[in-house]
């Protein structure tokens, strides 16, 4: 069984930074393709970045060029750190793991524009 354990998220003013964690547990973290997503009040959650086991990233078009995404495969933990962030990026943030062996998601941790 895999868990994922979200950190890093808080209040945060418009075009600061945050850096969020997401530390996996069991063996197939270094496999699996790491995903963030996010989920504002009244929307759905949506794609924000991926990283697959090989490290090729892809991002949602808001967030390109402020948002990035990388892992420590050695720490079983992939980030996002987050610059330039937006009243708009308010939400929580889910990390997301996909394997052959299913999808896994975090609890969440709560990013707040503190304007």
């Known amino acids: 069984q895999v868990q994922l354990v979200e950190s890093g998220g808080g209040l945060v003013q418009p075009g600061g930074s945050l850096r969020l964690s997401c530390a996996a547990s069991?063996?197939?973290?270094?496999?699996?393709?790491m995903g963030w997503y996010r989920q504002a009040p009244g929307k759905q959650r949506e794609l924000v970045a991926v990283?697959?086991?090989?490290?090729?990233?892809n991002y949602a078009d808001s967030v390109k060029g402020r948002f990035t995404i990388s892992r420590d495969n050695a720490k079983n933990t992939v980030y996002l750190q987050m610059d330039s962030l937006k009243p708009e990026d308010t939400a929580v943030y889910y990390c997301k793991l996909m394997s052959l062996w299913g999808n896994y998601w975090g609890q969440g941790t709560q990013v707040t524009d503190s304007s």
């Open positions: 990283i697959t086991s090989a490290g090729s990233t």
């Open positions: 069991g063996s197939i973290f270094s496999i699996a393709t």
